[in-house]
């Protein structure tokens, strides 16, 4: 094993060829390695739509999320809620895409020790996996749930709206892999974008409004008595990550060779290193 | 039309604060209360409290070196806690709180030398800085809970203030402890008695009646929290019945308000008894339970609630 991973000349060589041509690639990213202010003055925030009517609940986006950033086995960047509403007469059954809202004013950003949560100008809220020490109270302070704690690095996890797609102009895994097209990503600045459009026109919600967090992420055709259904159900508590998989006879090492044979090949892994775009320091405060 | 909602799928939740940070809040909660119960003595000059405020002065340091051990267990990765040093952000309390559990055991460790060498201006002088220091070091873990706004039984202004009160209840019943153990088994033991004086048996019917003092303090902040928990919104009346109806019921109703508080309340009145050493002992042992049954259930019932 030791001999396979070592370095031999030509893949060194491959290596450092590679290197230089992302770097240099880099520089033409459209949004990358530019200061706060330019970045400001181009006017971009991004957001989602979700349109609830066109959500069928095939869980697409929930492959196309791990297929793009390898989530490991039992955690989830983005899922679909699903509710039955009603008794037998007249039953309705609805689905909540949830992700990530990359709120306006985050709580997780606020309340992060070590600043390992950031904001960038365009609005979306990282997290410097490098920085975060694992104290969890981001996952207790989010009130919509959408935090893990990544069970292999070792740090808190969440939605980073595919940073590395979009920073590359392309849309977010999610949006791509939804057939209903219920997931509408796009720039909320740009009047002539469809999310911003649907938004101007159409009546939107976003999720826990009380909360004064300002989600980015809006709901067409929400349905609140399905959103807040779990609260009195707590028959399904009792199942935490691990006994799920536990009674589909999966153990942690094999989740753990699952995590690492993916490693490396996913989208998210393959690309260049968003985070030295921005100065954290000056960025993550509010 | 009646609302029946099922749900038939969700991401599993899981409650990620859980055991270590509940013994870390059991733990500083005492250091605050031992400090402030020293301060009686050397600094507002109470002088019968002196023999007793100096176990104070000893347990507050002790446990606050213990406490601050859990949290860093408790991080996913241990080895990077000197993040907390130097990458602060002052909008977080925990940032807060890296900065007191720094400065507060240096200040307890040097009020406690200045006590050894019997030096009062310089004793008064770590005592008035450790004043705030310990409400601060207590108080910032209520704001720690308070500020995830998402979880409703942690988001109430009480949270800091049912946190303090608690603290003083289960320093007191340890002080109490610690004195009945030390008249009681160490009196003969001359390097203990070199540096602790005896401990008078009116002083510990006194520490007595402060628990009962702090217990009926404890006991409207806990009454408060959950009554109004239970009236308000829908969230917040989800987990008061979590906590009243649901799996915790044992824990709070028994353990925290009726063993803890109810029970210890009614017999420190009763004349005859409060003045026993053996029910002394029990009462404040109980009284511990209780508050550690607090701490526990104050974290994890929080989060038991999914919030989506």
């Known amino acids: ?286 | 039309m009646e609302e029946v909602c099922r749900v038939i799928y969700n991401a599993p939740h899981e409650i990620y604060l859980a055991t270590p940070i509940a013994i870390y809040f059991f733990l500083t909660g005492i250091s605050a209360a031992s400090f402030i119960i020293s301060t009686l003595a050397y600094v507002f000059g109470i002088k019968r409290f002196k023999a007793a405020g100096k176990i104070g002065a000893v347990i507050a340091p002790l446990v606050l070196i213990i406490g601050p051990l859990f949290l860093i267990y408790d991080l996913l990765r241990p080895v990077r806690f000197y993040h907390l040093m130097y990458m602060f952000n002052y909008h977080s309390p925990v940032s807060w709180g890296s900065v007191l559990l720094t400065i507060y055991p240096i200040n307890c460790l040097f009020y406690l030398y200045y006590i050894w060498k019997e030096d009062y201006p310089k004793i008064r002088f770590f005592g008035y800085l450790g004043i705030p220091l310990a409400i601060a070091v207590h108080g910032y873990t209520g704001f720690i809970l308070a500020l995830a706004k998402g979880i409703a039984l942690w988001n109430t202004p009480l949270m800091p203030i049912y946190f303090l009160v608690s603290a003083m209840v289960s320093g007191t019943a340890l002080l109490i402890i610690l004195s009945i153990f030390k008249e009681t088994f160490l009196k003969t033991n001359t390097m203990i008695t070199r540096f602790f004086p005896p401990v008078e048996k009116e002083v510990i019917w006194e520490l007595g009646r402060l628990l009962a003092v702090f217990i009926a303090l404890d006991f409207l902040v806990a009454f408060s929290d959950i009554v109004l928990l239970y009236y308000t919104t829908p969230e917040n009346s989800i987990v008061a019945k979590v906590m009243i109806k649901g799996p915790f019921r044992n824990m709070f109703l028994v353990m925290e308000i009726g063993l803890g508080m109810v029970l210890p309340f009614i017999v420190l009145l009763i004349p005859k008894l409060n003045k026993s050493y053996p029910v002394l002992v029990t009462i404040a042992v109980l009284v511990l339970i209780g508050i550690w049954a607090m701490r526990y259930v104050t974290v994890v019932a929080g989060q038991y609630v999914p919030l989506m």
């Open chain 1, 1 to 286: 094993m030791a001999d396979n991973e070592k370095l031999s000349r030509r893949d060194m060589l491959t290596l450092g060829v590679i290197t230089l041509g992302s770097l240099s690639f880099a520089q033409f990213l459209p949004t990358a390695l530019e200061s706060k202010e330019a970045q400001k003055n181009k006017k971009i925030r991004y957001g989602m739509v979700i349109d609830l009517k066109k959500c069928i609940g095939c869980n697409a986006c929930v492959i196309a999320c791990k297929q793009e950033n390898n989530n490991p086995i039992g955690y989830y960047r983005t899922w679909v809620k699903d509710v039955e509403r009603g008794s037998y007469p007249q039953v309705k059954r609805g689905f909540i895409p949830l992700l990530c809202n990359h709120c306006e004013s985050p709580i997780c950003n606020r309340n992060c020790p070590v600043k390992a949560t950031y904001q960038r100008p365009d609005g979306l809220v990282l997290i410097d996996y490098d920085r975060c020490i694992g104290c969890k109270y981001c996952m207790v302070s989010c009130p919509y749930n959408m935090r893990f704690p990544h069970p292999y690095r070792r740090t808190a996890d969440k939605c980073t709206f595919c940073v590395h797609r979009v920073d590359r102009g392309l849309k977010p895994a999610c949006v791509d892999a939804c057939i209903g097209k219920a997931r509408i990503f796009g720039n909320l600045l740009d009047p002539t974008s469809e999310a911003s459009q649907l938004i101007a026109r159409q009546p939107v919600h976003v999720l826990k409004p009380e909360q004064n967090t300002k989600p980015r992420v809006f709901f067409l055709n929400l349905d609140y008595i399905m959103v807040e259904a779990n609260k009195n159900d707590f028959e399904y508590m009792k199942y935490s990550h691990r006994k799920v998989f536990q009674e589909m006879n999966i153990n942690e090492s094999q989740m753990k060779d699952n995590y690492q044979f993916l490693k490396g090949k996913c989208g998210a892994d393959r690309t260049y290193n968003y985070k030295l775009k921005v100065n954290i320091d000056k960025v993550g405060a509010l």
